[in-house]
């Protein structure tokens, strides 16, 4: 039971333009959304988050929205940046119970930014 | 602020050996979470422990097990390796559990022969 999906395996963007990553989710108690990136063999390193009672969040390049009555999220990366090539993770988590310090992921998209 | 510390980084074991993988959170934070991540299933959670107690475990048998000391550094055992464990594991922190975010670290990546 896949409850967070990111639809996309991967995207290729233009350096400059901007690139939109999307991930779905179907679990009504998550909370509290993150997005990480990732590259081979490393940790994930996070990017931005954002809590279901906002349905935006920025920091400089990187802005998340949420979309609850959809259950969607999209990170936006506004100028993309050949550094911006990585393993994008989208994952959520609930509050309390059996939630406890889980992070649900999605199964990565693969961004790929050309000069 | 040192971020998350993971020891080993890369390991080699053979089938039916144990392992034991080190996690040092930062500094002030009291939960650690690690997870496995592998081609086939991504990221998937192990377990979370808080002041010493695990309060969530993931779906996995029980040679996974882990624990946590009072300077909150983090411990995971797997006992009689399998080919199926070779995966990269990671281990993350954060000031408390629930909604807040987790910090990462480097992970360690080990393979079953």
């Known amino acids: 039971d896949q409850q967070v999906k990111q639809n996309s395996p991967s995207l290729s963007v233009q350096e400059g333009r901007i690139s939109i990553l999307n991930c779905d989710y179907t679990?009504?108690?998550?909370?509290?959304f993150l997005w990480y990136k990732k590259y081979p063999a490393e940790g994930p390193t996070f990017l931005i988050s954002?809590?279901?009672?906002?349905d935006k969040n920025e920091d400089g390049r990187f802005t998340v929205f949420l979309n609850k009555s959809a259950k969607h999220l999209s990170l936006h990366i506004v100028p993309s940046q050949p550094g911006d090539s990585a393993v994008y993770f989208c994952?959520?988590?609930?509050?309390?119970?059996?939630?406890?310090?889980?992070?649900?992921f999605g199964q990565g998209t693969i961004l790929t930014v050309h000069p | 602020k040192a971020g998350v510390t993971q020891t080993p980084r890369y390991l080699i074991k053979t089938r039916g050996q144990q392992v034991t993988l080190s996690c040092s959170p930062i500094?002030?934070?009291?939960?650690v979470s690690w997870y496995q991540q592998t081609p086939g299933q991504g990221l998937q959670f192990l377990f979370e422990y808080f002041s010493e107690t695990q309060r969530n475990k993931g779906n996995f048998p029980g040679r996974f097990s882990g624990r946590q000391f009072s300077n909150s550094r983090s411990e995971m055992n797997v006992s009689t390796l399998e080919l199926g464990d070779s995966a990269l594991y990671l281990c993350?922190?954060?000031?408390?559990?629930?909604?807040?975010?987790?910090?990462f670290g480097p992970g360690t990546r080990l393979t079953v022969l």
């Open positions: 500094s002030g934070h009291r939960s």
């Open positions: 994952a959520a988590s609930a509050k309390g119970g059996t939630s406890y310090g889980k992070l649900t």
């Open positions: 993350a922190s954060s000031s408390d559990s629930g909604s807040d975010t987790q910090y």
């Open positions: 954002i809590s279901s009672i906002k």
């Open positions: 679990n009504s108690m998550f909370d509290y």
